[in-house]
């Protein structure tokens, strides 16, 4: 019996790690995405433009190449490695967060755009500055928002590449649900694989569905305001 309650509660620690980073990293992501993603569309800047292209350019960044820079920079004779953070939950927030940020800036950079392009001239018109534009668009976006937040999300508790390379797979100290999963599917073990899959397939049937709820009120309210 003991066996059996030693395997559930490895299996619940596994999870609590995976969704305590997964939520810190996109916390961390949408608080510098948010203000970056609407000011690219509301404020003019030299290297706007080419903050745009980056910024959708990384949407699709290789994981492996970010922990593989992340690696480097935690190491020992790495910038960062004073921190200690290698092979620490820490360097897992932050390969995370680096893969969320650019995801959550594009998506909110759109529909600000979107947004600056129909209200911009009325909020100009009625004397607003342009933090207060910023603040005005954000609120006109907030079901978007919440979709690029859990598309972000999405990104995270998925991560499997950058979070090996920088966390270690640790038993009881790094190891996530989709590190698990690789780890057990390659020992042969795959009852523990199959239902931290069960677990992640559940979480993201649980996203899509509430992004797809969410686009769905956006439409209805845009109809409703023209």
């Not at 490895?10 to 970056?36: K, M, N, R, Y």
């Not at 390969?95 to 209200?119: G, N």
């Not at 499997?160 to 038993?171: E, H, P, Q, T, Y």
């Not at 590190?179 to 559940?202: H, Y």
Request: hydrophobic share 55%; with cysteine.
């Amino acid at each position: 019996m003991s066996g059996v309650e030693g395997a559930v509660t490895e299996f619940l620690q596994i999870i609590q790690l995976s969704l305590g980073v997964s939520f810190a990293a996109t916390a961390i992501a949408t608080a510098v995405a948010l203000p970056l993603g609407s000011a690219l569309a509301v404020v003019d800047f030299p290297g706007r433009r080419a903050v745009v292209v980056l910024a959708n350019a990384f949407f699709g960044l290789p994981p492996v190449v970010v922990g593989l820079i992340l690696y480097l920079a935690l190491s020992r004779s790495g910038p960062l490695g004073l921190l200690g953070w290698l092979f620490t939950p820490a360097a897992m927030i932050v390969a995370q967060a680096l893969l969320a940020m650019p995801i959550i800036t594009a998506l909110v950079h759109r529909a600000s755009e979107r947004a600056w392009a129909r209200y911009g001239d009325e909020l100009i018109c009625d004397g607003a500055s342009r933090r207060q534009a910023i603040l005005q668009i954000l609120a006109i976006i907030r079901a978007d928002i919440i979709t690029a937040v859990l598309a972000g999300f999405g990104r995270t508790v998925s991560e499997v590449g950058a979070v090996i390379l920088v966390g270690g797979n640790i038993r009881g100290a790094t190891r996530t649900m989709t590190t698990t999963i690789a780890l057990q599917t390659s020992q042969g073990d795959l009852s523990l694989a199959l239902a931290l899959g069960a677990v992640l397939v559940g979480i993201s049937i649980s996203i899509s569905a509430t992004v797809f709820a969410l686009a769905g009120r956006a439409r209805t309210a845009g109809s409703d305001e023209t």
